[in-house]
């Protein structure tokens, strides 16, 4: 079993904003939860192994490169994936597992074989970087091979931190989306998984989707010369995670339903239909491995009507992590919503700026998803009014990354009102990276 002590990971805190005053007959509450890791060092694997401060725990990762038959077009773009793979090895840590995979509409072995992983030291970073001197582009494309080795190579190593780094240049066309989905469904919750999509002629829908399903990040490169620098930041961050599986756990009283829960910092991603049940009146949402960082969740509850000045706990939140005798540790942190009703109509009708400003990146994302599905449909009012409503969001939250990648898809004659024009010329890529990015969010100013 782990054994997760104060002085050896890091500490979990939980914060909770929200405003708790309802209207009589008022039901809905929201609140923004704030989850923070801070400050880690020797943790427990499921085995009972421990690690000595500043090494990290035992983390294991499959490094996936596309070897389908366009990654020769153009031929320098098989070779910066050489060269990115050879980056992202040489930033892993000392006694880190790890292989790298081939893909195409087979996965195979390309270091070390065997069905294993290599634990990594100056000799096996030298083997692996000769060994990517036999990656060749040919074949096709069946990302749930390529996954489903993953998982299997993963599992062969007692570590606590299973994390892949998965590239593609292409469509899943070797494989049936079912069979995509599967192998999806198969691999979530036992490693994390970032994705990238290099080019232009891949599918955004599938590269999100593929990161979304395994709770990773998903980006472009569009230029295959910036690969080697993506991925040695991928590489850093997962060398930092320190803790795997962590859930947050939701429980309500009698007669309180929870509505949803969705991740909106640093990007937007919907966990309610992941909620796995974890006794009475609980529920663990999956959040994946941590380091040192801060993420935010939107939880919104129902709860039963009661009368003016009365006060009930709407939920109580907390982080665990899962024991290898099926039972679930908790990480220490906590945090209360509440539920207030009050015929004070200033207190239940004020808006909390946490809520709010979350609501309306939710519905930046969405706003821009739409409006891009609109304009390749070829309704071009639809997708203006959607974008246009994007570019509003985005001005009024300073989201300043997205709004300069909107500026590239439309333009933008009055922000404050989401007056634009579509332009009539747009690069694949531009469109492509603001669709990728979509999701990502700005923190709001507490």
């Not at 993963?154 to 998965?166: E, K, M, N, P, Q």
């Not at 946490?354 to 449909?377: M, N, P, S």
Request: glycine content about 10%.
């Amino acid at each position: 079993m782990a054994n997760f002590s104060k002085s050896n990971v890091p500490q979990f805190s939980v914060d909770v904003y929200q405003n708790e005053y309802l209207p009589d007959g008022g039901r809905e509450v929201n609140a923004i939860v704030t989850v923070t890791s801070t400050g880690g060092g020797t943790v427990g694997s499921a085995a009972g192994a421990s690690y000595a401060p500043g090494q990290g725990p035992a983390a294991g990762v499959v490094i996936l490169v596309d070897c389908s038959g366009s990654m020769d077009y153009p031929p320098t773009k098989m070779r910066n994936a050489r060269d990115a793979t050879a980056a992202a090895i040489d930033t892993l840590r000392d006694g880190t597992h790890f292989a790298v995979v081939g893909g195409t509409h087979v996965a195979k072995e390309v270091y070390p074989g065997g069905g294993r992983l290599a634990v990594a030291d100056r000799t096996t970073r030298d083997q692996a970087k000769q060994a990517l001197r036999r990656l060749s582009a040919g074949g096709g494309t069946a990302i749930g091979t390529w996954l489903r080795l993953a998982d299997r190579l993963l599992s062969s190593a007692d570590v606590s931190i299973r994390h892949g780094i998965l590239l593609t240049d292409g469509r899943n066309e070797h494989e049936a989306p079912e069979d995509l989905r599967a192998a999806l469904d198969s691999c979530a919750g036992r490693f994390t998984c970032d994705a990238r999509g290099v080019g232009t002629d891949w599918e955004v829908k599938e590269v999100t989707g593929i990161a979304s399903a395994l709770l990773g990040t998903a980006d472009i490169v569009a230029d295959p010369a910036h690969l080697a620098a993506d991925f040695t930041r991928m590489m850093e961050t997962a060398m930092g995670k320190e803790v795997a599986d962590v859930a947050l756990r939701l429980w309500t009283p009698v007669g309180t339903t929870i509505k949803f829960v969705k991740q909106v910092a640093p990007r937007v991603e919907e966990l309610t239909g992941r909620r796995t049940e974890a006794g009475p009146r609980a529920g663990d949402y999956p959040t994946g491995s941590w380091g040192d960082e801060s993420r935010d969740y939107h939880v919104c509850v129902e709860v039963p009507t009661a009368g003016l000045g009365q006060e009930m706990l709407a939920a109580r939140v907390s982080l665990v992590v899962p024991q290898p005798d099926g039972s679930a540790q908790n990480l220490g942190a906590q945090g209360l919503v509440r539920a207030v009703w009050t015929d004070d109509m200033v207190a239940s009708t004020s808006i909390n700026p946490q809520v709010a400003h979350y609501t309306g990146q939710a519905e930046l994302a969405q706003a821009i998803q739409q409006g891009l599905d609109l304009r390749k449909a070829g309704d071009m009012d639809g997708a203006t009014a959607k974008l246009g409503r994007a570019v509003q969001l985005a001005s009024a939250s300073g989201n300043a990354d997205t709004a300069k990648l909107l500026a590239k898809v439309v333009d933008v004659v009055d922000a404050a009102t989401g007056t634009v024009r579509l332009k009539a010329k747009v690069a694949e890529a531009d469109e492509m990276t603001l669709e990728t990015r979509s999701t990502k969010t700005v923190r709001v100013k507490k």
